[in-house]
């Protein structure tokens, strides 16, 4: 007769096997468990010779494999350091900051005072952080199933991989968000959806007055201001081709503004502000496009770009741009230019997108768009020509700014041989 022991091994070792396996696989198990269990009982109707004990022992270790294979997915695991928690509440003290690291290696440092709850954890995927008060710096580990949420607020910023600073101010009821890597995703109150935010951006919410602001961030500099007044403006979306040649022409002298929107309608910039995007390219379509672009100020030009980014209209929002750099040089070329790298960049004309990077560096070398456009020049001339090449344009951005966003990738380059 075999022994009882050596029958429950094979047992063992499937529960073993089972221990190890990702939720994708444990539903594949469950459905292979199941037509297992259909086999055995069709089997079960014909005769045959079985051991006493050999039907329960079976019959043990399906019970436990099935117990097993349908336990709740496991989640993720955290340990934090230099704070105070309690059932996911976590308080700052006032005099250090506070580290949470969770066990997919995601990351979340908190600034002393700070204030927030980790009410959900998403399985293995992520969790739900609510940021009551603070500023918390994350670094979130992209996989492929990667699903954070940061709340703050009415404010909502969708993560799968990236690295950012939020700060949560209570009082004043304002979000500001950092991108340093990657992109997220920034839902708040009901009017405005949802707002894209990438690296080298800073997105301003508040919602007491709800308003809303994405500007590139320098690498220097105080926090810029709204894009349509300062030029600080969000990145334009990827459009169709333009025709190749040199960069626009910038005329030496800027045209006198047009006059001032009828008395009563809210200007494009407070519209831009207050998130109605639509609104500004239904009304510039409403005046006329063309007639805008040949005659709208600066201040109506950077609304129109900006708001027909938001909307998906990125034709318009080039035209918008190059009208700046025709008519608004000295306010705005520099701007349009940087904008219209990214704008190639994005659709993976690198050879247009470098011209425009270059001429933004020309034209304003140590203006707030400087350390943006050497980077883009630093990743185009990597796929036009190589990392050798791009080593020297990273290490002149490590010597002009050895902290700014895109540091960790210029040394990265650097270190090339």
Not at 189 to 211: E, I, L, N, P
Not at 222 to 242: D, F, I, K, M, Y
Not at 255 to 275: F, H, I, R
Request: charged share 25%.
């Amino acid at each position: 007769m075999s022994d009882p022991g050596r029958q429950l091994d094979p047992v063992a070792e499937l529960l073993q096997r089972a221990a190890r396996l990702s939720e994708t696989e444990r539903i594949e198990a469950r459905a292979a468990f199941l037509r297992r269990v259909d086999e055995e009982q069709a089997r079960a109707s014909k005769p045959r010779a079985v051991v006493r004990w050999a039907a329960p022992l079976a019959l043990a270790g399906s019970v436990l494999l099935a117990l097993f294979l349908w336990l709740p997915e496991r989640g993720l695991d955290y340990v934090v350091e230099g704070a105070e928690e309690e059932s996911g509440y976590v308080r700052v003290p006032l005099d250090h900051p506070a580290a949470i690291t969770f066990s997919d290696r995601t990351q979340i440092r908190a600034a002393a005072g700070a204030r927030l709850r980790i009410d959900e954890i998403k399985n293995e995927s992520g969790a739900r952080v609510s940021v009551e008060r603070g500023r918390v710096d994350a670094e979130i580990t992209h996989t492929g199933h990667s699903d954070w949420r940061f709340v703050a607020g009415p404010f909502v910023v969708r993560v799968t991989g990236t690295r950012f600073e939020l700060h949560w101010d209570a009082d004043r009821e304002r979000i500001e968000v950092i991108l340093h890597e990657g992109s997220v995703e920034v839902e708040g109150y009901a009017g405005f959806g949802a707002v894209s935010v990438r690296a080298g951006q800073r997105f301003v919410g508040d919602a007491s007055a709800r308003t809303l602001l994405v500007s590139d961030t320098a690498a220097h500099g105080p926090e810029p201001a709204p894009p349509a007044a300062q030029g600080e403006g969000a990145e334009v979306a990827p459009a169709p081709p333009e025709p190749a040649g040199s960069p626009e022409p910038s005329s030496s002298e800027d045209p006198a503004p047009l006059a001032a929107p009828p008395s009563g309608k809210p200007s494009w910039t407070k519209l831009v502000s207050q998130g109605e995007f639509r609104r500004v390219v239904q009304e510039a379509a409403a005046r006329g496009e063309q007639a805008c672009l040949a005659s709208c100020d600066a201040a109506d030009l950077n609304a129109l770009a900006d708001a027909a980014r938001y909307v998906g209209q990125g034709e318009l929002a080039e035209q918008a741009l190059l009208a700046l750099r025709s008519r608004y040089a000295k306010a705005a070329g520099s701007r349009a230019a940087f904008l219209l790298g990214r704008l190639h960049e994005g659709r993976g004309a690198a050879a247009r997108a470098r011209t425009w990077y270059e001429t933004a560096l020309r034209e304003a070398p140590s203006g707030p768009f400087a350390a943006e456009s050497l980077a883009g020049k630093m990743r185009t001339v990597q796929i036009l020509e190589g990392p050798a090449a791009a080593r020297a344009v990273a290490q002149e951005y490590l010597r002009l700014f050895p902290s700014g966003v895109h540091a960790k990738t210029a040394r990265q380059l650097a270190a090339q041989p």
